[in-house]
């Protein structure tokens, strides 16, 4: 019988190695999975490279990780949030390194990861400092650049719903980049505010099948807040 | 005419006198010109706020990078829904008919040029139409791209909305931009709160202005030719 669902946090990040790619999803605090971040802190890998939309709000959840000084690089759109003071801390003592991605190049590059596609040309960053040594190609015209799949060891991501099978349903804007990541990691770790049995998901609602998913946990916490 | 409105005139001689249009009322002018049917995204700053000026009666549907298409205004205080936000990160709400995304979709629609138009903030615009919006200069300690540059590439129109001058009274609309680019030659219309103009082939073309202003009045504070 499968049955993804684990009983303990320190089950659920069994095996997450130093030096790992770790996509955490969420934009902003919404989708953001804290209680696996927490998790991750506790079992204490160390080395990571992290993959997220923003940087951490205040010192709870991915700001709360980057504190521990554990994290050596961060990729990411928008550094500039609410209140970014762990990163910014870090950030101006040199003791974390800043990629700054386009969103939507950030997105499909882990959806191609997630596909079996290694590169893909897109149009977005063309003539820009972002996209400045990128190799270049013309098609119909107008110019593309070259942008390589970005697949993570692990994926941290947070469901509405989740089965044994590990099939995830998503709560509105909170699904954001939890979909795309779940595909784009080798292994991915979802908490989930309800576990329900199988079968009574609407198969027409499931946002990410199981077959992505490794683990999942139960973390019922109620409403997050905007901070 | 009397004396009141003499010296009043003779005031407008000596230096035009006009009052800037409000961020509101910025954003209620580039609402009017925004047709039905139009798939929209509004970007973070005053853009978002054109959403509260498109008339009742015209159904325009406006996208949200974070996976929303058809978002609505924010929610009354007691109707928080607290896994509804935007771009920006404050509560709103979806509209009858509107839907969720994941973020690879909501990217594929902008890149795959769906939508009609994008109304953007900016730091620049050049005559060119190349588009500055998202660093301040080439060592800005921690520049934040966020979707812009995915938006101006991708949406079929790029509109601006931002001030004509920055607080030291430096033209934001400029002949090539000093500014780290977003994307060249995008933009095609730009809503200031002191004009409104076109992005053409000959550079910046005037289509409107706050009452009281005169295209020399214009010219002293803009930094590339204007034509009408």
């Known amino acids: 019988m499968i049955d993804k669902i684990v009983q303990t946090m320190a089950e659920a990040m069994a095996g997450v190695p130093d030096g790992a790619v770790v996509l955490i999803g969420g934009f902003g605090s919404i989708g953001q999975p804290n209680a696996l971040i927490d998790g991750l802190i506790e079992q204490g890998a160390k080395d990571l490279t992290v993959v997220s939309n923003n940087v951490g709000v205040g010192r709870v959840g991915l700001a709360r990780l980057l504190d521990t000084g554990r994290v050596r690089k961060i990729m990411c759109s928008y550094p500039r949030t609410v209140d970014p003071v762990v990163f910014e801390e870090l950030y101006r003592a040199g003791r974390i390194e800043l990629e700054v991605l386009p969103q939507g190049t950030m997105a499909e590059r882990m959806r191609a990861a997630g596909a079996g596609i290694p590169a893909f040309f897109t149009p977005t960053a063309v003539g820009t400092r972002l996209g400045a040594g990128k190799e270049q190609r013309e098609f119909n015209g107008r110019t593309y650049l070259l942008e390589h799949a970005l697949p993570g060891d692990v994926a941290l991501i947070e469901a509405w719903e989740g089965d044994r099978w590990g099939n995830l349903t998503y709560r509105s804007s909170a699904r954001n980049f939890n979909p795309v990541m779940a595909m784009a990691a080798k292994l991915t770790i979802a908490q989930a505010q309800h576990i329900v049995e199988l079968g009574t998901l609407d198969p027409e609602k499931v946002g990410t099948p199981g077959i992505y998913v490794n683990r999942v946990v139960h973390v019922p916490y109620g409403d997050p807040v905007v901070t | ?228």
Not at chain 2, 48 to 72: C, F, K, Q, T, W
Not at chain 2, 109 to 115: D, E
Request: proline share 6%.
């Open chain 2, 1 to 228: 005419m009397n004396d009141k409105t003499m010296s009043g005139q003779k005031i407008a001689e000596a230096a035009p006198s006009y009052k800037p249009w409000t961020r509101r009322e910025m954003a209620a002018r580039a609402a009017a010109d925004i047709p039905e049917g139009f798939y929209v995204n509004l970007g973070i700053g005053i853009p978002v706020m054109v959403a509260d000026y498109i008339p009742a009666d015209r159904e325009v549907i406006v996208h949200s990078e974070n996976g929303i298409l058809g978002m609505g205004p924010a929610p009354a205080p007691d109707k928080i829904d607290r896994w509804l936000i935007n771009a920006s990160k404050n509560y709103v709400t979806l509209v009858t008919g509107g839907s969720y995304m994941h973020h690879a979709d909501s990217f594929a629609l902008i890149r795959g040029g769906h939508l009609d138009l994008c109304v953007l903030g900016a730091f620049q615009v050049a005559e060119n139409g190349d588009l500055a919006n998202w660093a301040t200069s080439d060592n800005d300690t921690t520049p934040a791209v966020g979707g812009a540059m995915d938006l101006a590439a991708g949406a079929r129109q790029v509109w601006v909305l931002m001030e004509h001058t920055t607080k030291s009274g430096d033209s934001r609309l400029v002949r090539r931009c000093t500014y780290p680019l977003t994307a060249p030659g995008v933009v095609k219309r730009v809503y200031t709160n002191l004009a409104v103009l076109d992005v053409t082939q000959e550079g910046f073309v005037v289509r409107d202005t706050v009452p009281g202003m005169t295209l020399d009045a214009l010219r002293t504070v803009t930094d590339a030719p204007l034509r009408q």
